[in-house]
């Protein structure tokens, strides 16, 4: 085949058009620079940040005024079970009080106190109420208003675009090679500046809180091609509350806002088991604690009629639940017809955000290859063992304006890298080999790797059962290469599914053995064979490709945080003992 490839020219691209790449955009362009091009595989507007329920954390103290910056580095770090990057966790912590204001005079609709101020609410884990929101919707109201925003500015934007593959040579990037799948063109678009906002990877399992297309694991797979090093692959957040049935919204995220609304949890015998599991903080207890109660009342089988355990918020006015979780009402009565008013929701785990991710420079976001950046869910280092639910949204705001700011500096001194055409020409035989197969069907294979790891390194993990997933990894690895799809670059869902599967098989690989390497309980990483947390554990797991391209593993020490926020973490320990996560 000699197909054509389009050819683009920009100063900055950014990969992604979730809250973190347009976060950037928004940025750059309000430091001058005018060359921006959006790429992202969905259409503008529609990225997986649109999802996010809950909300999002800014230490503003306007319901709690003890709350301030160093509280929520505090919880942020104690959650992570001290895996965090100190670093990147003070930053966040410290920029998002500003950071809220500014998303405020952008346009986002928080829901206010009586006194006109952000309101704010108590999630999992957290010391005080500090989660601002928007109802249930909050990452559909900054998604809208970030996209309102980047419009307003006329900043480029291309919708369908797959990248395939980033181009760098020599420890530089020039660009990335990817398809135009709506038209069925190669695409190669050259850049002096290259942002990978390209989200997480929880679709590696059968249950999950994102859709089938999205957080496939591309970041991860472009990350190991171009040598770049990843981190805690193995920390993946389950969350307690996914939807159980019908089966097409299996997974679909009920909001910890229904817990932290009053809601709470009862078996199949009417307990209210969070007494067993945290006595002190029931409902409100951390995410991994939560997930692994409900999955273990389930495999007891203290079940409701479809194999969940009760969360329920009838208690609450009807006028209450209106106000405050208005997504979740029209979530149940569109799937199953269930009033959340009256009845009381069906509930499971579901795999809902991926710790690990591409290491990054904390200040900036910029990688080892010079040019690349990275940002949002694509990385690492804040949520370390495990995410506290409103820290998410909190770093794609502040790590899009922190990148968005560093490369405006220096995007003035950069030279475009010529393109390696080596490269190219290998990563359009690669994609033309993947039409001679003969045999497997992909749709199968993309199930039977989510049903493996949902099986095998799911929420509560042991070596027999990880090292029998890496085994038939290795089998579904080797039918992939035998994948039967049918020809053509155009709106080929069949060649779609094939380059999700190779990304999400290469996830996969980094997860089962990064899990299989850590022999300890921490976080949402939960060994049944391990099931204490180590001290010599306290370490970084990075996982990388050698030029053979076998999976390595190496330790890395855990960056401490700065001496005023050790010198507050000694003062609360001295005052209120140790604590719990
Ligand atoms: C149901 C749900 C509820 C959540 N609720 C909350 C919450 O209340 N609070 C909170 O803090 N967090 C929450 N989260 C997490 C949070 O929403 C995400 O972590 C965050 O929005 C990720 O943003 P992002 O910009 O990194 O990536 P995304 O929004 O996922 O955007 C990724 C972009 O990359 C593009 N892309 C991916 N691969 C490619 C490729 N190969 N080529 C081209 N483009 C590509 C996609 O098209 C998309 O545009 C929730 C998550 C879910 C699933």
New binding site residues.
């Given amino acids: 085949m000699n197909e054509k490839i389009t050819e683009y020219q920009t100063d900055v691209l950014i ?9 950037c955009a928004i940025e750059l362009c309000d430091q001058g620079i005018k060359d921006i091009l959006v ?4 259409k503008l507007g ?12 800014a230490a503003l103290g306007n319901v709690d005024k003890e709350d301030n910056w160093l509280w929520h580095v505090k919880d942020t770090l104690s959650e992570s079970g001290y895996l965090a990057n100190g670093k990147q966790a003070e930053l966040v912590c410290k920029n998002m009080i500003p950071d809220i204001q500014e998303l405020q005079t952008m346009g986002v609709p928080f829901n206010q106190t009586k006194n006109g101020k952000i309101n704010q609410r108590q999630f999992g884990g957290q010391t005080f109420n500090r ?1 601002c ?1 928007v109802g249930d919707y ?2 559909k109201a900054i ?1 809208e208003t970030l996209v309102k925003q980047v419009q307003k500015r006329k900043i480029k934007n291309l919708e369908n ?4 593959q980033l181009l760098a040579s020599k420890g530089k990037i020039s660009g ?1 090679f ?1 398809l135009d799948f709506e038209s069925g063109q190669f695409v190669q678009i050259q850049a002096k500046i290259v942002v990978l ?4 990877y ?1 679709r590696v399992y059968k249950t ?3 859709d089938q297309f ?3 694991g ?2 991860i ?2 990350a190991l091609n171009a040598g770049l090093e990843l981190k805690d692959m193995e920390l993946v957040q389950f ?1 307690p509350t996914g939807m159980v049935w019908p089966e097409e919204a299996q997974g ?2 009920i ?3 229904v817990r932290s609304e009053g809601g709470y949890l009862t078996n199949s015998k009417g307990e209210r088991f969070m007494q067993k599991y945290d006595s002190e903080r029931m409902e409100l207890s951390t995410r991994d604690r939560v997930a692994r109660a409900n999955f273990f009342e389930i495999r007891t089988g203290n079940t409701t009629p479809h194999g969940g355990v009760w969360l329920d918020i009838t208690h609450r006015t009807p006028e209450y639940i209106d106000e405050r979780l208005p997504k979740m009402i029209q979530q149940f009565k569109q799937y199953g017809n269930v009033d959340i008013k009256t009845e009381k929701m069906e509930v499971a785990p579901t795999a ?2 991926s710790m690990g991710g591409i290491v990054i420079q904390p200040e900036t976001g910029e990688t080892k290859i010079k040019g690349l950046y990275a ?5 690492a280092g804040l949520h370390g063992g495990n ?1 506290l ?8 705001i502040v790590w ?1 304006k922190l990148a968005g700011k560093d490369i405006a500096k220096k995007v003035k001194k950069f030279k475009q890298i010529k393109v390696n055409s080596k490269i190219v020409q290998n990563e359009i035989e690669r994609i033309q080999n993947l039409f001679s197969g003969t045999k497997s069907n992909p749709v199968v294979l993309r199930t039977e790797l989510q049903k493996l790891m949902w099986n095998h390194a799911g929420v509560v993990k042991n070596e027999k059962d990880l090292q029998k997933g890496l085994t038939e990894l290795a089998i579904l690895k080797e039918l992939t290469k035998n994948a039967k799809i049918k020809t053509g670059l155009k709106n080929n869902l069949e060649l779609i599914t094939v ?1 999700d599967l190779e ?1 999400q098989l290469a996830t996969s690989e980094c997860i089962l053995k990064s899990a299989l390497a850590r022999k300890e309980s921490r976080g949402a990483h939960y060994r049944e064979d391990f099931l204490k947390t180590k001290k010599e554990w306290l370490v970084n797991l990075i996982c990388r490709q050698d030029l053979k391209g076998k999976i390595k593993l190496t330790k890395k020490k855990v960056v401490k945080p700065s001496a005023e926020v050790l010198k507050f973490l000694k003062k609360i320990k001295e005052k209120y003992g140790e604590w719990k996560n």
């Fill in positions: 990969v992604g058009s979730g809250g973190s790449g347009l976060r790429i992202g595989k969905c529609e990225a997986h940040t649109k999802e996010a329920e809950g909300g999002i954390n989660t929101f909050t990452g998604l675009i797959y990248v395939t990335i990817g906002a390209t989200g997480g929880t999950a809180s994102s999205v957080n496939t591309d970041s797979w472009l969350h679909k995220l909001t910890e806002g809902h955000y940002i949002g869910e694509a990385t995410r639910g409103g820290n998410s949204l909190a770093e794609i899009g380059l990304a």
